[in-house]
Nanobody, 127 residues
């Protein structure tokens, strides 16, 4: 049984930082593209960042480019998202997902490509 579990969310002031983690079990972690998605109330889900199985290639949405850094430790089956210079508009539920398709550095992260999802961790940025 595949499990995807996020952690590290919380409440932070604008300009602050948070580091999200995502651990998986029941799948061969380094076979999968991993991604972070977010959804705020009343808004569509957004593909924030994705990373290829090897970790050698990444994608960032324009809204987080330069502020967020995705990384993975295949030995620990863990995905990370370092979020710096947080803004109130970053407030959302953040989801980790595993998928089998890599669209390239400029191809984006499509939720349709990801078959395994966590329950999410809430990030709230106060102004």
């Amino acid at each position: 049984q595949v499990q995807v579990v996020e952690s590290g969310g919380g409440l932070v002031q604008a300009g602050g930082s948070l580091r999200l983690s995502c651990t998986t079990s029941g799948l061969i972690f380094d076979d999968y593209t991993m991604g972070w998605f977010r959804q705020a109330p009343g808004k569509e889900r957004e593909g924030v960042s994705c990373i290829r199985w090897s970790g050698g290639s990444t994608y960032y949405s324009n809204s987080v480019k330069g502020r967020f850094t995705i990384s993975r430790d295949n030995a620990k089956n863990t995905l990370y998202l370092q979020m710096n210079s947080l803004k109130p508009e970053d407030t959302a539920m953040y989801y980790c997902a595993a998928g089998s398709i890599w669209r390239g550095r400029y191809g984006g992260c499509s939720g349709d490509d990801f078959g395994y999802w966590g329950q999410g961790t809430q990030v709230t940025v106060s102004s």
